[in-house]
């Protein structure tokens, strides 16, 4: 089995813009963890207070509806980050992540991330551009989407 280190280098292309130093900080403030198939991350409406690095399996966002149903926004797996907004915010959790295939994931508080950039500033400053690039990235996807329906 591949170490931690060697997990996020091969799955995630903003650790490999790390040096051995930062990824030393990154791994220093996160939490390695898993869960099983019907568990959730988080709900909507939880506090807004982890972002999660997806190791391996499957985790499905979905948005309540005025209608009170479930409407799915996003699947995201190995390799990706879900709940990257809460390391720029206090809100509360605006969609639902659920877990559909037994997953691992490194979560980092909103409380770590703020001491990691105290500790390591330009890790800090790598994984805000990393974050906002995904957001970026999310948001341009999903005004696509939009486009297309009207």
């Not at 170490?3 to 390695?32: G, V, W």
């Not at 190791?55 to 509806?65: F, Q």
């Not at 479930?70 to 206090?90: A, D, I, P, Q, S």
């Not at 995904?134 to 999903?142: A, N």
């Amino acid at each position: 089995m591949n170490t931690l280190q060697e997990r996020l280098l091969e799955d995630f292309r903003f650790f490999r813009k790390l040096d051995s130093d930062e990824m030393t900080a990154f791994l220093k403030y996160s939490e390695f963890c898993r869960m099983q198939a019907g568990d959730y991350l988080w709900m909507e409406g939880d506090p807004d207070n982890y972002a999660a690095f997806i190791l391996s399996g499957k985790v499905e966002i979905k948005k309540r509806t005025e209608f009170d149903k479930y409407m799915v926004v996003g699947l995201f797996g190995k390799g990706t980050v879900v709940g990257e907004l809460c390391l720029l915010t206090n809100h509360k959790r605006s969609v639902t992540a659920s877990v559909l295939e037994d997953v691992e994931f490194l979560k980092l508080t909103n409380e770590n991330f703020e001491k990691l950039i105290i500790e390591s500033p330009m890790t800090g400053l790598k994984l805000l551009r990393h974050i906002f690039m995904v957001i970026s990235h999310r948001l341009s996807r999903s005004t696509e989407r939009i486009a297309r329906i009207f």
